[in-house]
C-alpha cells in the first residue's frame, strides 16, 4: 500500500468516521480506523459493532492494500498537520504505516486488516429515499425523548415506520413521547418498521448536510441491519430487536386546557426558572389563572423563582408539574415560532406542538408534585 | 428569664360551632358524633357543657350517650365546619405570637415569653385574647399560663369553661403535687394502674418516687414521668414546618395477643401516616416499625425503599415485610407504631407505559379528600378495621426539624 493525498481531506475524513470507534472495548482492533485503497481513492472506515462508518477520500494510489492504525494517534496527527501532501506506505513486514511530508517522517504500528470485523459495502433489502435536511431535523426531533437505559434496550432506539411515502419516527423513554411523521420516495404500499438505535441516527444527524440532496436508505432483507449513503460517506447500524410499545394509545385524543406562547420566550423563561430546581429533580410547575401563566421552581434549601410568561391561554385553570429538562429538550428544536401546549390535567399527559405544523408533536408526563 | 406558655384550648368545641350555627341548640344538650344517629355504632366526637352534665364524655359509644341523656340532640359531624372555625380562630392566635404550635383542630400552644413589653402582662392578654374570640367567632375557650407546655396544658384543664389559671414560675410542682395523676399528660389507665400499687393517686405522689424506680418501671419513659410530675418541660413551642419523620403510635389499654388485630391497628396507623406525609407534600425513603412488648421492653425496626413514596400501597407493602419479619406473635404487646423518615420534596416522575401508578396515586388522594371531609378515622382501606378508639390511646408524632438540632 502506497498513497498520497492532502492532509486536510484525510483529517476531515477521519472525523466522520471516528465518530464510530469504540471509546470503551474490550477488542483493542475496535480503537483502530481500517485504511483500504480503493478505485478512486482511500477509503476510511470504523466500526463499534453496533454501528459503522465508512467515508472514501480523494486520493492518489500507487500501490494498493490496507492496515488499521489507532484512529485517536492519526487523527490527532492528520488534523494538526500543516495543510500539504502526505505519503503513506506500509511496511506489509512489521504492520507499521509511514507518514511522510515535507517535515514529518512518522511511523504508527498497525493491527492487520484481516483482523478488523466485516462492516458490510451495502445490503441487500428495501430501498427508499429521504430528503438530507428533513430526515436532519425528523432525527433531531426524536432522539431527544428515546432512553438512554440499556435495561429495555428496545426504548433506546427509534420506532420508524414505513408507510407508502410516508415514514413515522418515534421514541420514548417511559415519560416522554416524540413522534414525527415526514415524506419519503418509496415503492407505493411499501410498509416496515424498525427499531434504529438513537445513537446510530444521532450519528447520522451529524453527517447529514442541508441541501436537497437525498439519502438512499436501505433495511437489510434480514431485518437485522440498516444502511445510510449519503455522497461518499456510508453508515451502517444493526437493529434493535423486540417490540416497540404501543404508544399511539397514551397520545390524549384532546386538551381541556391549552396554552399558546412564543417558544423562545418559554424556553428562556423555563431556563431561568429551572436554575432553582436543579437539586429537586428539575421540577418547574405551570399554573394558569386568569389568563396568566406563571412558572415557578422552588427548592426549600435554595430558594425560588417566579415568572410570568406571556401567553393564551383557553380553557380550565390548571396546575402541573414537569421535569424542565424535558420541556427545554423540545423547545429547543421545535423550530416554530410558536409552541402550543394541551394539558387535561395534573397527572394526564400534556402535548406540546409546533404552531403551524401537524408532522410533530411531543408526549410529556408530569411529575406529582404537592401543589 | 422563665418562659411563657400559653395552652389554648377551645371549649366544647365541635358542639359550640353546631350551636352557634344552629341558634335552636343554644342551651340544649348536644353530642356530636358518627352520623348523628344514636342507634348506630360509634362514638362521642364532643359533647356540649349541658350534655356533660349527664355524665356524656368524648369517646363514649352513643348509644350508651342516649342511655345517659334522653334528651340529648345528636348531631352528625361536619368536620368541614370544624375547620373553618377553627382557621378563624387560629387567624387571631396569630395576632399575639408569631410562636404558634397547633395541637389539633381546637388547641393550641402560644409562645408569649418577652412579649410583654409590646403586649402587656400575661394574664390582661389572656383575657384580651379570650375575649377577641368570643366577640368574632362566638367560640368559649380555656386557657393556662405557665413556664412550660405541660403545666399551661394541665392549667388550661382546671377550669373549663372560660378558665384562665396562672402558673408562676417557681410554683409549678406545689401546683401539680395536689391533683390526681389522671390529670397528668400522657398518663393513661394502664400507667396509673401500675402506680396504684405503689400508693401514687396524686401528681405530688408521683414526684415523690424515686426517678430510679420509675426508670427502672417504665425505661425512658419512667424518667420523663419523673421530670413532669416536677413540672419540668423544656420542649419549646414549635410553629409547624416541614416534618423529619412522621409516626404515630398507640398504646392498649390492655395488652393485645392478637396477631390480625395488631396487624389491622398498625396498618391504619400507618395509612394515617401517610395522609399527613401527603399533607405536608412529601415522600419517604425509610418506613419503620415500633413495638412494645410486656412489661416495657420496645424494639424497633425499618425497611429502606427503592424510591421515596407517599403511597399507601407501596407503605403498607413495605410495613408488612417488617411485621412478617419482626413481630414477635407470642408475646403480649403493650404498644405498636408505624412511621416514616428520611423525607424529601414529593417529586414522583409518572409514567407514560405505566399508567397504574397515577392511579393509585389518585385512589390516595380521594381518600385524603374523604378523611379530610368526614374525620381521620372516616375510611380505611381494606386490609385494616377501623381501630376502635375507645381501646387505645393515639399519639401523633410529628418531629420537627428543630427537634433534631
Redesign the interface.
Known sequence: MRLTCSAGVLGQGLHVVSRAVSSRTTLPILNNVLMQTADNGLQLTATNLEIGIRQTIPAQVQEEGGITVPARLLTDFVTSHPEEPLTMSLDKKTQSLSLKSARFDATIRGIDPADFPPVPAGVDGRKVKVDQTGLREAIEQTVIAASTDEGRPVLTGVYVQLNGGKATLAA?D????AVKTLAVEAEAGETDTIVVPARALTELGRILKTGEERIDVTVGAQKNQVFFKTGDVELMSRLIEGTY?N?QQ?IPAQSTTTITTKTQDLLFTTKMVSLFSKD??N?IKFKTEGGKLTLTAN??EVGQNVAGVDAKIDGQDLQV?F?SKYLLDVLAILGTEEVQLGFTGP???GIIRPVGKDDYLY?I??????M | MARVVMHVDLDAFYASVEQLRRPELRGKPVIVGGSGVPGERGVVAAASYEARVFGVRSAMPLARARRLCREGIFVPCDFKAYRDASEQVFQILHGYSPLVEPMSLDEAYLDLTGSQALMGQPEPVAVRLRDEVKRSCGLDLSIGIATCKLVAKVASELRKPRGLVVVNAGGEAAFLRPLPISKLPGCGPSTIRRLEPLGVGTIGDLAALPELLLGELFGQYGRLLHAHARGIDPSPVMPPGDPKSISREVTFDQDVLDPPRLRETALALLQDVGHSLRGHGLAARTVAMKIRYYPFETHSCQATLTYPSDRDDELTQAFTRLLDEHLDQSRPVRLIGAGVSNLEARAVQLSLLESRAAERAALDDRLDALRERYGEQAIFRGTSNRPQQKDFRRDDIDHLAAERK
Open positions: 420514548t417511559g415519560h416522554r413521547l410499545p404508544y397514551v429537586a429533580a421540577v427548592t426549600s408539574a421535569n397527572l394526564n399527559p408526549i408526563m408530569p411529575v406529582r408534585v404537592a
